[in-house]
């Protein structure tokens, strides 16, 4: 059964896309079975996996209405080895048309529990906004991955992040948790830098993650192919960066499944 993660946080162009291909690539290098949806209406999931977002007969946005099974609608991504529930501006669309539909906010739930069994990770690719495709998003998953720039208005946002992320937990999907933070673009010789990753670490703990991906020009050229950096450069320092933090995502699932298992011996 797969575990579903987001990758969200609402600020445009922090590197979510980038975590959301490289990760998928990454984990299909430690032999995970991975399934990435662009929830983005922008596209660039689709595109950075090499699908044309221009020639789709089906993707997430029919999906999501309930014009096409997701079974249907997936594609794969020939270069890295992962499968892709596609999107392009249809998907705008999405957001108004679904307020009329019941369980608006359950719509992408409902349709990953039909392909949960093939795959052990969904990935997630959220929009940069709080908006319904978000929170379809959300309460879809197990946990939120959060991908941040160490600069100074980084913690600012993050509170509103959280608190979305608190309301779906109380609210929607009790399953609901940060996974964690993950420090991207990060420029060692930066001193605000450093400054902001020590603070990240001192308020969030084991929250943000001990992987850190380097700002890396080979991850930026990558999308131009139609390639996540993984494959497009294995050797690159940012490449190496995003399989050392797939290693890290199945350590922290194994993890999960291990207090669960813990909890429910434990249960009378
Ligand atoms: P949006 O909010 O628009 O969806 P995003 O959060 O998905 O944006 P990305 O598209 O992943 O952000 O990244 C924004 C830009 O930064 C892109 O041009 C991308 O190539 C570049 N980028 C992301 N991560 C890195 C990195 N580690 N090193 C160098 N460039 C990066
Ligand atoms: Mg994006």
Known sequence: MAKIFCIANQKGGVGKTTTAVNLAAGLVGHQQRVLLIDLDPQGNATMGSGIEKSKLSKSVYQVL????????????????GYEVLPANR???GAEIELVEL?????????????????YDFILIDCPPALSLLTLNGLCAANGVI???????????????LVNTIKQVHAKLNPDLIIIGLLRVMFDARMTLQQQVSEQLLAHFGDKVFSSIIPRNVRLAEAPSYGMPGVTFDKTSRGAQ????????????VRDMDA??????EVKP
């Open 65 to 80: 209405i309930g014009h096409a099974n997701i079974k249907d609608a997936v594609q794969p991504c020939a270069s890295a």
């Open 102 to 118: 019941d369980e608006r906010e359950l719509r992408l739930k409902n349709a990953l529990s039909q392909v949960a069994h093939d």
């Open 259 to 264: 207090i669960q298992k813990k909890q429910e």
């Open 90 to 92: 249809d998907l705008a």
């Open 241 to 252: 960066a995003y399989l050392e933090f797939g290693a890290e995502m199945v350590q922290r």
């Open 146 to 160: 959060v991908p941040m720039q160490c600069e100074y208005f980084a913690l600012e946002g993050l509170s509103d």
